[in-house]
């Protein structure tokens, strides 16, 4: 939902009607992951995209329908022997895509949820999406980690949305504690995620399945180095949605001018800029820090705090192989184990012959992403099995 927001918050402030759709579950080699959404707006735009293109044109049709009808549907698109090319995958892939009527009638709650992502504020929102009762369906609960949950009473009726308007609670004390507790394990990890429980959220039962947008702020990358590789792997961080922080201890060469697309660039000795921002608790595991100073002066005492930390997605150093080796003797003397720097990426980036710093860049991306999804890094055409791997 967060690539459409804006256009879906534009239509919900204007007292418009939208169709949403969104990807709640994947199997095998789907194109889009889990959270991936596509708006049906009120004069019939399309924003946004559930498939690459595979099923948009059923998907757009059953939106326009749920917006009628008023009431949300859970579809699952994949290969059919019948008609594979009509409304299935091509890739092979299935997904399941739950579809609902949005406005400020049946989603009061969209306004704040939009204000805590704009402001980084971590928010998640559960929606039930199955239940053997319908009046369950779409139900909200709202999850932030600062507060307890504000339960609110179910308004009875014959009328589902009715039922429903009250908001911010499933129908049950059990099912709000336990949906809730899940919603923030889902927020550390920022991770979106289809939930099964019971019908009364029972952990180890069935029928009830909910579908968390785990809206985190955005993960971070420190870039260390003020140089012209610096540049590249900025820009090509802000891309994959980083958060991106430049640190030098030069302000001649640590500037917003040099750095455009960081979000921040900091003044300070490297290491101990890692240092405050690990004791003010902003690192985490998503966090990824490329060390491209290769001076040791800078990237010794810098990997030493780096590589101690309890738990972060990637630690990258520039530098070539004699540049490698006397900077893992310097850490060694200075008390890393084998386990500690068995967690470094040196020389950094995968092997794809890259020249320049955009494509030094691109090789230190592809490392990430990698090591994200658990990808080999091998040619695709040279391997067999699934191309998606499933998340940890």
């Known amino acids: 939902m967060r690539d459409v927001l804006t256009e879906l918050l534009t239509w919900w402030r204007a007292g418009e009607t939208v169709g949403v759709a969104t990807v709640v579950a994947t199997f ?62 091509t890739c092979g892939g299935i997904l399941d895509v739950y579809v609902e009527k949005v406005d400020q009638h049946t989603f009061p709650e969209l306004g704040q949820i939009a204000a805590d992502i704009e402001a980084g504020r971590p928010v998640a929102l559960a929606t039930v999406i199955e239940h053997p009762d319908p009046a369950w369906l779409g139900r909200r609960l709202v999850v932030r980690p600062d507060e307890g949950i504000v339960r609110h009473e179910i308004v009875g009726g014959t009328d589902p949305q009715q039922q429903k308007r009250a908001g911010l609670s499933l129908g049950s004390t059990r099912a709000d504690d336990a949906v809730h507790d899940d919603a923030l394990g889902l927020l550390a990890s920022g991770h979106n995620a289809t939930l099964t429980y019971g019908p009364d959220g029972e952990r180890r039962g069935e029928g009830m399945r909910v579908f968390v947008w785990a809206f985190a702020p955005k993960p971070r990358m420190l870039v260390f180095g003020a140089i012209d590789f610096a540049a590249a792997v900025a820009r090509v961080g802000s891309f994959l949605g980083y958060h991106v922080t430049v640190c030098d201890a030069r302000p001649v ?21 890692l240092q405050a921002e690990r004791d003010a608790g902003r690192i985490d595991s998503r966090t990824v820090i490329t060390v491209l100073t290769h001076d040791p002066k800078f990237d010794v005492p810098l990997l030493e705090v780096a590589l101690r930390l309890p738990d972060v997605a990637y630690v990258g150093a520039m530098g070539s192989r004699r540049t490698h080796d006397d900077r893992v003797a310097r850490l060694r003397e200075a008390g890393l184990e084998d386990k500690e720097l068995g967690r470094l990426s040196s020389p950094i980036g995968l092997d794809l012959g890259a020249r320049t710093p955009e494509e030094t860049a691109i090789s230190i991306a592809a490392e990430i992403i990698a090591g994200r999804w658990g990808g080999s890094g091998e040619r695709l055409g040279t391997t067999e099995g699934r191309i998606h791997r499933d998340l940890a």
Not at 37 to 66: F, I, K, N, T
């Open 28 to 89: 095998q080699s789907a194109p889009r992951p889990a959270g991936a959404s596509m708006l049906v707006g009120p004069s019939g735009d399309a924003v946004g995209s559930v498939s690459g293109g595979c099923v948009e044109g059923a998907v757009y049709e059953l939106a326009g329908e749920v917006v009628a009808s008023g009431t949300p549907v859970l579809q699952r698109y994949g290969v059919s022997d019948d008609d594979a090319f009509a409304v299935g995958l």
């Open 253 to 273: 060469f640590a500037t917003n001018t040099r750095f455009p697309e960081a979000d921040e660039v900091v003044v300070d000795w490297p290491h101990r800029y």
